[in-house]
């Protein structure tokens, strides 16, 4: 039975554990320091200036669970809905806020429902697939979009996917979900794609 204070309980250990993984190098790859099997998942479930002085989205290499300022409001995920039995369904798309690559609770909720889908699949592999929107250099958004990719590996791992299991892309500002040069087209191209295969 998950109560209020269980789902509180359990965020902050998210927050606490994603918090010393700030801490770490996140440039190794996919082998570096893994082990040849998963963790077990958890159990519970919860609810700058660019180049040219052009805007540039900031990247910072730690990584934050908190909700994220988009607008007026807070970014909420892509849930879906729920299925037949009852288990809420996700795009499995994580949108990030302007400068950022944390997650939000709901995303973080998103990315938890891909892990458990990992974690019951054994045989599959995932490629995250990272964007951003077209302010900044080049440069920078390869990097930022790197960032945001690889924060949500880091909450998957959380969950119990094995690192050799995900595969992370950074495509930058070069392949944009949307083509206006607004401010709804760049929430829609700051993301992360998730694809398992």
Known sequence: MTTAWTKTLL???IMAALTALSG????GGAGDGGTDTDLQPLEQQMGGQGAGGRPAEDVDL???????????GVADGSALGQDA???????PIVYFGFDQSILSEENTALVKHYAQVLM???EKTVKLEGHTDERGSPEYNL???EKR?????QVMMLFGVNEK???VISFGEEQPAALEHTEEAWTLNRRVEIKIH
Not at 62 to 72: D, F, L, Q, S, T
Not at 85 to 91: A, D, S
Not at 149 to 153: E, F, L, M, W
């Open 85 to 91: 039995q009852g288990l809420m369904t996700y795009q």
């Open 11 to 13: 965020l902050a250990g």
């Open 24 to 27: 770490c190098s996140t440039t």
């Open 62 to 72: 730690g990584v934050e669970i908190h909700g994220i300022e988009i607008g007026n």
């Open 149 to 153: 990719a690889k924060a949500v590996a």
């Open 143 to 145: 990097a930022l979009a």
């Open 165 to 167: 299991r995900i595969e």
């Open 120 to 122: 019951d699949n054994p």
